[in-house]
């Protein structure tokens, strides 16, 4: 009964291709992110969704276009990859948007680009 | 600018006690949390603070002060599978998390 799962979790791929991940949630929650976690660690959020709505949009190349058909589920497509793109990229979901309960975090896809 | 700032790296002994500071500036605060990371794995939570003071939850307290903009967890009674990475996130005026970089804490025996 995973609550927020990722898929794939490994994804090896070359320079220019389109890839994507998906995300599903079965916590009921309305909220989900997409996080960037590079080689430094450091967490870097990427989008965030609410009721389907897109509320936050980083400075994120237009490359990466996320999509959410429904509240479980936000998917992340990305065009032309390029090298820099490689890191592990976590998904995320809270009950809302506008209260203080903690994120949970899906497994990560990690992501190399050769 | 919203900053947080946290030790790269610590080392500590198996048994003993460790403390590991966040300092954050945010625009308007709701909470501070505390997530731990295995290496290859997803953050999971540890503990979240909106009030002044101590928390308790096991081993593991997280101490918030909102005047000096800092809190700090503490590990007690440290063990082997405590080794992991300690990330400080602070909840801004639009419930948005702001991530510090981690502190990767190693245990030695």
Redesign the interface.
Known sequence: DTAVSQTPKYLVTQMGNDKSIKCEQNLGHDTMYWYKQDSKKFLKIMFSYNNKELIINETVPNRFSPKSPDTAHLNLHINSLELGDSAVYFCASRQGAGDTDEQFFGPGTRLTVL | GQNIDQPTEMTATEGAIVQINCTYQTSGF??L?WYQ?HAG?????LS?N?LDGLEEKGRFSSFLSRSKGYSYLLLKELQMKDSA?Y?CAA?DSN???I?G??T?LIIKP
């Open positions: 709701n909470g949390f990371q794995e997803a953050p999971t939570f979240y909106v990475s990330l909840m419930y948005q998390l991530w970089a981690g990767k």
